[in-house]
């Protein structure tokens, strides 16, 4: 990924980025731990300075947010009984993952959300700004590929927040300030936005920070979880068509945690190397077990967790990653503050959700994909 083109795509000059470029910048919102300042745009695109605002101030473990709709169940899959402990879930989980089947299309449904406090009049309470995508690509080159993307209704976050938003009037959008800059947060969710569909590409997947892999490649990563870990953090970024890029480094827990994220939620990595790197975090040093837990949509999870290295006092905060312990599927990535720091906000306690990253669904088909209505 070109680093500089997404930070000057933020900016009124040069031009924006591509909404799939955006996306990718999303999709790294739970890693970045800067305080980038970009202005606004008027696009469904999720701004970046926000993003690392979101992640500066954190998400609270196990917090149970409203419910949203959940993702399509899978097939192919057995249930595993629960009484188990939080390691042997996530053994579990990654026993159901070597289960899923595969086709020509991987697709894959994610929305991502920051938490922001809602200024003004009928403002004092904390809502979710949220923006979804929707991406296919086919298995080979000439079976095509496409990206949508659109604003999703954002809502308040929690109960009380849900309580204060009715006590306001239900104001139907509201103004955030997160890193001074003001952005309108609507309850209403946008149209989808196709970018850069593509009839003759396909047979390129990335795995954000470690490279570019053909199908043919995905088929032949290794499945120990060590050799596993070699390939997420050591050598340099790999591209299909020649060369090498930066290093691919991730030593520290969540470093680690936060690469093998992506892999699953990103990337059609074959069942058998998907169960390798759910057992690659599972036994990571640093990295801990959650056990039962529920996800930002309300879906029941197993979670592993590590801490993050903050800057500017922001506190302690944990990165979350969530399982389907049934299906072994990723079900997404947030962050937890643990404690406030000196230069948190008030309404930043722990317990409190700041980013999240929720795949609704994802994984194979055989038929082309298309956006949910």
């Not at 997404?6 to 800067?34: C, I, K, N, T, W």
């Not at 089947?101 to 406090?117: E, K, P, V």
């Not at 047979?203 to 570019?212: C, K």
């Not at 990295?287 to 529920?294: E, I, S």
Request: charge should be positive; hydrophobic fraction near 35%.
């Amino acid at each position: 990924m070109k680093e500089l083109r997404l930070v000057r795509g933020v900016y009124d000059d040069p031009a924006p980025p591509s909404a799939e470029a955006a996306a990718a910048a999303r999709r790294r919102m739970l890693s970045q731990d800067d305080t980038a300042r970009p202005r606004s745009r008027r696009t469904w695109r999720m701004p970046l300075g926000l993003v690392a605002a979101a992640t500066a101030a954190a998400v609270a473990a196990g917090m149970t947010l409203a419910h949203d709709d959940p993702a399509r169940p899978r097939t192919g899959v057995q249930p595993m009984p629960h009484a188990l402990s939080p390691r042997d879930m996530m053994l579990a989980a990654a026993s159901q993952a070597e289960l899923q089947q595969q086709g020509r299309y991987w697709y894959t449904h994610q929305r991502f959300a920051f938490a922001a406090l809602a200024l003004g009049r009928t403002g004092g309470y904390v809502v979710e700004k949220r923006s979804e995508y929707f991406r296919w690509t086919g298995r080979t080159r000439g079976d095509g590929q496409s990206f949508y993307g659109r604003s999703f209704a954002g809502k308040p976050q929690t109960r009380a927040d849900a309580d204060a938003w009715r006590a306001a009037g239900s104001p139907s959008s509201w103004t955030v300030r997160p890193s001074g800059v003001s952005r309108t947060v609507r309850t209403k969710s946008g149209a989808w936005q196709e970018d850069h569909p593509n009839d003759q590409g396909g047979g390129a997947f990335l795995i954000s920070g470690v490279g570019q892999f053909t199908y043919q490649e995905l088929q032949e990563l290794p499945t120990d979880p060590e050799e596993l870990r070699k390939l997420l953090c050591e050598g340099s970024v790999k591209f299909i068509a020649g060369g090498s890029g930066a290093p691919r480094r991730c030593n520290d827990p969540t470093g680690v945690l936060t690469r093998v994220f992506f892999a699953l939620a990103d990337t059609p990595v074959p069942p058998k190397v998907r169960a390798g790197l759910m057992r690659l975090i599972t036994d990571y040093p640093g990295v801990r077990q959650l056990g039962a837990v529920t996800d930002p949509l309300g879906r029941s999870a197993v979670g592993l967790a590590a801490p993050i290295d903050t800057v500017d006092d922001h506190g302690k905060i944990q990165r979350e990653v969530l399982f389907d312990q049934r299906t072994g599927n990723v079900l997404g990535s947030r962050n937890v503050q643990l404690e406030p720091g000196h230069n948190s906000q008030k309404w930043q306690v722990p317990g409190r959700t700041l980013a999240y990253q929720a795949v609704l669904d994802s994984g194979w088909s055989n038929a082309k994909p298309s956006p949910p209505d």
